[in-house]
T-cell receptor, first 118, second 108 residues
Framework: SAVISQKPSRDICQRGTSLTIQCQVD?????MFWYRQQPGQSLTLIAT?????????ESGFVIDKFPISRPNLTFSTLTVSNMSPEDSSIYLC???????????????FGSGTRLTVV | KNEVEQSPQNLTAQEGEFITINCSYS?????LHWLQQHPGGGIVSLFM???GKKKHGRLIATINIQEKHSSLHITASHPRDSAVYIC??????????FGEGTQLTVNP
């Protein structure tokens, strides 16, 4: 299955600033997913990033607040813009992980970025 | 109403006990995934189910498509099984909708 390197692992940021989170995958993948996990809650999908096209955002998330880049099939970034304390969450990227030649698959997740906005 | 609902929210067990976590999902979900989130936040994919039953070690996952219900069982539970277990429904475009998670604590 794929291996994802996500960074930074954590950061403390001032309100009004922006933070860019990077995910590097060790293999080419068509879709990358970005999730947010607010304190004490489960994950919520922010957007799906496809290479060569604009990301598809879920209801409640907009490109101006969470711009995403997907320059190639192994890399993506998520920027949290104009941050406020309400943006304090764990942000994770994920890819579908399919064993070659098999129909079984799962998802591989990055280790997460723990963001605190003060 | 969430498309994926799981129960219980919290579960405490003694080492060796048989554990069951339940998940109900709504129409439009093509596959059901079970994930494990460790205290440090890392998430591991355990199972993908579209029918039947799967087993890996002490973990067993079942799905009833007619009833839109899935269960995750842990046999002979161990303190190292302590984690948050999450069921997630896969919808169009391989997108996942997550349940609220079950915090499992296994005491020695």
């Amino acid at each position: 299955s794929a291996v994802i390197s996500q960074k930074p692992s954590r950061d403390i940021c001032q309100r009004g600033t922006s933070l860019t989170i990077q995910c590097q995958v060790d293999s080419q993948v068509t879709m990358m997913f970005w999730y947010r996990q607010q304190p004490g809650q489960s994950l919520t999908l922010i957007a799906t990033a496809n290479q060569g096209s604009e990301a598809t955002y879920e209801s409640g998330f907009v490109i101006d607040k969470f711009p995403i880049s997907r320059p190639n099939l192994t890399f993506s970034t998520l920027t949290v813009s104009n941050m406020s304390p309400e943006d304090s969450s764990i942000y994770l990227c994920s890819v579908e992980s399919r064993d070659r030649g098999r129909t079984n698959y799962g998802y591989t997740f990055g280790s997460g970025t723990r963001l605190t906005v003060v | 109403k969430n498309e994926v609902e799981q129960s219980p929210q919290n579960l405490t067990a003694q080492e060796g006990e048989f554990i069951t976590i339940n998940c109900s999902y709504s129409v439009g979900i093509s596959a059901l995934h079970w994930l494990q989130q460790h205290p440090g936040g890392g998430i591991v994919s355990l199972f993908m189910l579209s029918s039947g039953k799967k087993k890996h070690g002490r973990l067993i996952a079942t799905i009833n498509i007619q009833e839109k219900h899935s269960s995750l069982h842990i046999t002979a539970s161990h303190p190292r099984d302590s984690a948050v277990y999450i069921c997630a429904g896969e919808t169009s475009g391989s997108r996942l909708t997550f349940g609220e998670g079950t915090q499992l604590t296994v005491n020695p």
